[in-house]
């Protein structure tokens, strides 16, 4: 396999690794949101955690996608869908 050639069984198996990870995120950011104190300091932090989540679960279906460019086009996440167009140049 080349570089620029991904199988779609290999890019399947990584959109569900992403999707496992992002679980995890989403079940540590449930634990994290149950202490009200922890909450109140650490919105920011929080935050991020389920940016992160979002983030994966775009990279899973763009994976997943038989036209990862189009995909890519109707990713929600404006940042990510600029930072992989300007990586399709």
Do not use: F, Y
């Not at 079940?27 to 922890?38: I, K, N, Q, T, W």
């Not at 992160?52 to 940042?79: F, K, M, V, W, Y």
Request: proline residues 3%; glycine residues 4%.
């Amino acid at each position: 396999m080349t570089r620029s050639t991904m199988t779609m069984k290999l890019r399947l198996q990584i959109a569900d690794e992403l999707d496992c990870a992002r679980q995890e995120i989403e079940r540590l950011g449930e634990v994290l949101c149950s202490d009200p104190a922890l909450v109140a300091g650490h919105m920011n932090s929080l935050q991020a955690l389920d940016m992160i989540g979002q983030q994966q679960l775009a990279l899973a279906s763009i994976l997943r996608a038989e036209d990862p460019t189009g995909a890519i086009a109707h990713t929600p996440l404006e940042q990510l869908r600029e930072r992989l167009e300007q990586a399709l140049d």
